[in-house]
Nanobody, 115 residues
Framework: QVQLVESGGGLVQAGGSLTLSCTTS????????LAWYRQGPKTQRELVAI???????YYSDSVKRRFTISGDNAKDTVYLSMNSLTPEDAGMYYC?????????WGQGIQVTVSS
């Protein structure tokens, strides 16, 4: 069983920045993919960014050039750095990983952006 624990969420003003962290219970080098999803109050859960082992990161169009996904093997942590936040970025953010063909989710963390 892989456990994911997100942190770093909270309230930020529009135009501000926030960095989310997701610490895993296994070495992230064993993951075939590391990703962040989000779900707004009126939207379905959507992929924000994904880091596939050995590949280039992928970003949804809505966050491209504003968000950055990265991993720290020494800390078994994946980050999502978010800049130029807008109220449309608000929602629950979920860390996700795929290990040995099984998908795991964090409990989610709230991001609120005030206008």
């Amino acid at each position: 069983q892989v456990q994911l624990v997100e942190s770093g969420g909270g309230l930020v003003q529009a135009g501000g920045s926030l960095t989310l962290s997701c610490t895993t219970s296994v070495s992230i080098s064993t993951a075939s993919a590391l990703a962040w999803y989000r779900q707004g109050p009126k939207t379905q859960r959507e992929l924000v960014a994904i880091l596939i082992n050995g590949g280039e990161p992928y970003y949804s169009d809505s966050v491209k050039r504003r968000f950055t996904i990265s991993g720290d093997n020494a800390k078994d942590t994946v980050y999502l750095s978010m800049n130029s936040l807008t109220p449309e970025d608000a929602g629950m953010y979920y860390c996700n990983t795929e290990v040995r063909n099984l998908m795991y989710w964090g409990q989610g963390i709230q991001v609120t952006v005030s206008s």
